[in-house]
């Protein structure tokens, strides 16, 4: 019986091991599932004046980058996109915050479209704040918005941890890529593998500026309550948005997501007197 006990100890090990070396090695194809562009790709978009600049963040490392000019801009939104895909095709969201007088920069993360360089995360978190910095040559930090969407989310949490913008705001985020992971593996200690954690909720605790959360309710990939646990961690800075029926990818589909939006880049600031509301109401009395 001690011996069936040992093997089936022994293969459960074997078992977690050879998982573990899967996603220590694959990892990367899972998070990432980048969309490269030749050099001489054209962007283009309706209703948008973009242009593409490049700027070498370290030796070896070119990071492509488009600026969506407005004329007479309230400020400007750093964009960091989402683990598909390149600028190419999320360039287009950029039209959400030019509407709203603001001007947008989206960079591609490294072996992204025109980008290069070895990506590691905290190579992409020194690309970021590069980028943040020359946006700060232009634009006074009140003036600067940083939005992170899906695991843009944690870039644009860590930034804002390490600076001072105007306002962060998240979309669909993640919490952590190791929570990530235990959703799906639950039974496997995932940490000692992991190279590519992005701790959202780590992040937002020394955050100071106003946060906002936008999650669908219906988001499938990273479910709500993932938005609730994190606007709980830094709650008087944070305010969160659901928008009903909305999923991961399609939540710009909704008009709700761009009233949202409307109301936070208005800014409008309400003070409320506590003794002319329920505010210290309770039922036992």
Known sequence: MKIDLYLIAAIIVIVILVIGILIYFFQHRFFFQPEKLPADFKFAYDHLKAEEKFVETEKGANISYLHFQVDDPKGVVIYLKGNTKSIKGWGKFAIDFTRLGYEVVMMDYRGFGKSTGKRTVEAMKRDSQF??????????????????????????????????????????????????????????????????????????????????????????????????????????????YVILKAGHIDIHQFEHYHRVMEEIFEDRKILIDAETTSLGYSHRK
Not at 174 to 186: A, D, E
Not at 196 to 220: A, M
């Open 131 to 240: 980028i943040y910095n020359i946006v700060k040559e232009e634009f006074s930090e009140d003036q600067i918005v940083v939005y992170g969407r899906s695991l843009g989310a944690g870039f644009a949490a860590r930034l804002a941890s390490k600076n001072n913008p105007h306002l962060l705001i998240l979309t669909s985020p993640l919490y952590s890529l190791l929570r990530t992971i235990h959703r799906y593996m639950p039974f496997m200690p995932a940490k000692p593998f992991l190279r590519y954690n992005i701790p959202t909720f780590q992040y937002l605790k020394n955050v100071r500026c106003p946060i906002k959360i936008i999650h669908g309710s219906e988001d499938r990939l990273v479910p709500i309550k993932t938005a609730i646990d994190l606007s709980e961690i830094n709650p008087e800075r944070t305010i969160l």
